[in-house]
Nanobody, 123 residues
Framework: QVQLVESGGGLVQAGGSLRLSCAAS????????MGWFRQAPGKEREFVTT????????RYADSVKGRFTISKDNAKNTVYLQMNSLKPEDTAVYYC????????????????WGQGTQVTVSS
């Protein structure tokens, strides 16, 4: 089994920046992607971004494109989410997850999930 631990959440002013990290431990996989989802109160969990581990290809939700950047550290099995120009609507619990099927954008396609980290953007 894989354990995912998110960190870096917190309170930030609108327009500010925050960097989340997600460290994976446990078993390794031949091919996989790591992604970020978020869920705000009263809303469904939504796709934010994902990165394919082997080649670094990425995909972003339109709502965060140009503001958020996903990156990875292969040696540490860690992904990062650099969030810039944060908006109050970015407030949510952010979850990292692993997909064993490559680049995917729906929750059902991710097999392992972290517990989430709260990001609050004040106006």
């Amino acid at each position: 089994q894989v354990q995912l631990v998110e960190s870096g959440g917190g309170l930030v002013q609108a327009g500010g920046s925050l960097r989340l990290s997600c460290a994976a431990s446990g078993r390794t996989f031949n091919r996989f992607a790591m992604g970020w989802f978020r869920q705000a109160p009263g809303k469904e969990r939504e796709f934010v971004t994902t990165i394919y581990w082997s080649d670094g290809s990425t995909r972003y939700a339109d709502s965060v494109k140009g503001r958020f950047t996903i990156s990875k550290d292969n040696a540490k099995n860690t992904v990062y989410l650099q969030m810039n120009s944060l908006k109050p609507e970015d407030t949510a619990v952010y979850y990292c997850a692993i997909s064993l099927w490559g680049i995917r954008t729906t929750q059902a396609e991710y097999s392992y999930w972290g517990q989430g980290t709260q990001v609050t953007v004040s106006s």
